[in-house]
Nanobody, 115 residues
Framework: VQLVESGGGLVQPGGSLRLSCAASGFTFRLYTMKWYRQAPDKERELVASIRPTNAVTDYADSVKGRFTISRDNARTMVYLQMNSLKPEDTAVYYC?????????WGQGTQVTVSS
C-alpha cells in the first residue's frame, strides 16, 4: 500500500488549497479513504472521510462547510478541497486507509495558513 500526498503550501487566511492523495497497492474503489491532520503539539485528528461506493462523506465540525473531500476511483485519487482557510487549519495533512487490518499513512503535506 502506498499513499502519496501533494498540494500543501503557504496560503493567506481566507485562501484555498486542494490536496491530492495518490493511492496504490489495494483495490481503491472498495475502501473508505480519510484525511487527517496534525498540528504542532496536538494529536492527529480526523478531518474528513469518504466511503467507497456511494461516496458518502463525513467531516469534523471544525471544517464543515469549508472543506470538501472527493474521490476518483478510476484514477485511485482522493482530494481535499479546502476553502476559507484559517490559521488554525495549519497542520500536516495525511491521507489514510485501513486495509488488511492495518492503518496506512502517507508522508503528509504541510499546510500553513498565515498572513
Amino acid at each position: 500500500v502506498q499513499l502519496v500526498e501533494s498540494g500543501g503550501g503557504l496560503v493567506q487566511p481566507g485562501g484555498s488549497l486542494r490536496l491530492s492523495c495518490a493511492a496504490s497497492g489495494f483495490t481503491f474503489r472498495l475502501y473508505t479513504m480519510k484525511w487527517y491532520r496534525q498540528a504542532p503539539d496536538k494529536e492527529r485528528e480526523l478531518v474528513a472521510s469518504i466511503r467507497p461506493t456511494n461516496a458518502v462523506t463525513d467531516y469534523a465540525d471544525s471544517v464543515k462547510g469549508r472543506f470538501t473531500i472527493s474521490r476518483d476511483n478510476a484514477r485511485t485519487m482522493v482530494y481535499l478541497q479546502m476553502n476559507s482557510l484559517k490559521p488554525e487549519d495549519t497542520a500536516v495533512y495525511y491521507c489514510n486507509v485501513h486495509y488488511g487490518g492495518s492503518a496506512y499513512w502517507g508522508q503528509g503535506t504541510q499546510v500553513t495558513v498565515s498572513s
